[in-house]
């Protein structure tokens, strides 16, 4: 059963990869649109972060022949999950703050915050120098924290929206955590939400009950 929530949400953090966008992750969207998609479905499996810092590298080899405008063009190819832009409305029009934190680029993450109307957005940086600022899994939950405490926010006025192991220390962040992946993690406490519908989410993080569309 899934729990009542009972302190009006005030913020939710959203993962990108997987939660808000679906199909071909933004690196794969990239990718595909340059020609490595083999090469960067090899390096999606990868799970060491010290392999995952040097497949960054790699791919700002691949970047460097490309502007940031037509970097973009690809991530604009991007497949949103079913009810993001309804879900981002509604929590915009009961004035619930949204942020989209992701470890994939940050030139991406701020094209989806802006499109979506995201309130915070946070990634990987990559400099036009070609230089990376890495953001990993456990930085998430770090940058959920220091938001939460700039916003005044506690614990049960937050939800956090996620589909993969690399989400659940933000998702054990916030007092209201909901997994949208088909199995939901051992040890993790949270809303199991498979169907992935983001305004069904959105619907059940306000306590609507489903009664309210726009």
């Known amino acids: 059963m899934s729990?009542?929530?009972?302190?009006?949400?005030?913020l939710v953090a959203f993962d990108l990869d997987g939660t808000l966008i679906r199909g071909d992750?933004?690196?794969?969207?990239?990718?595909?649109?340059?020609?490595?998609?083999?090469?960067?479905?090899?390096?999606?499996?990868?799970?060491?972060?010290?392999?995952?810092?040097?497949?960054?590298?790699?791919?700002?080899?691949?970047?460097?022949?490309?502007?940031?405008?037509?970097?973009?063009?690809?991530?604009?190819?991007?497949?949103?999950?079913?009810g993001a832009e309804e879900g981002f409305a509604l929590l915009r029009y009961h004035k619930v703050r949204t942020a989209i934190?992701?470890?994939?680029?940050?030139?991406?993450?701020?094209?989806?915050?802006?499109?979506?109307?995201?309130?915070?957005?946070?990634?990987?940086?990559?400099?036009?120098?070609?230089?990376?600022?890495?953001?990993?899994?456990?930085?998430?939950?770090?940058?959920?924290?220091?938001?939460?405490?700039?916003?005044?926010?506690?614990r049960g006025q937050v939800a956090a929206v996620g589909d993969s192991w690399g989400d659940a220390q933000m998702l054990r962040t916030v007092g209201h955590p909901f997994y949208l992946g088909e199995t939901l993690?051992?040890?993790?406490e949270a809303t199991h939400c498979p169907s992935g519908d983001i305004a069904e989410v959105t619907r059940r993080i306000l306590d609507l009950d489903g009664g309210v569309r726009l």
Request: with cysteine; glycine share 4%; net charge negative.
């Open 3 to 10: 729990p009542m929530i009972r302190t009006p949400v005030s």
């Open 25 to 82: 992750t933004v690196c794969q969207a990239i990718a595909r649109e340059m020609g490595h998609l083999e090469r960067m479905n090899e390096l999606e499996r990868l799970t060491a972060l010290e392999d995952i810092a040097a497949a960054r590298s790699e791919l700002v080899s691949y970047y460097a022949s490309e502007t940031r405008e037509q970097l973009l063009s690809h991530v604009e190819r991007c497949k949103l999950a079913p």
């Open 101 to 154: 934190v992701s470890i994939t680029w940050t030139f991406a993450v701020e094209w989806f915050a802006r499109k979506l109307g995201a309130d915070y957005w946070v990634g990987t940086r990559l400099s036009e120098d070609g230089h990376v600022d890495h953001f990993w899994p456990e930085d998430k939950a770090r940058w959920v924290r220091d938001l939460m405490r700039d916003l005044g926010l506690r």
């Open 185 to 188: 993690p051992s040890g993790l």
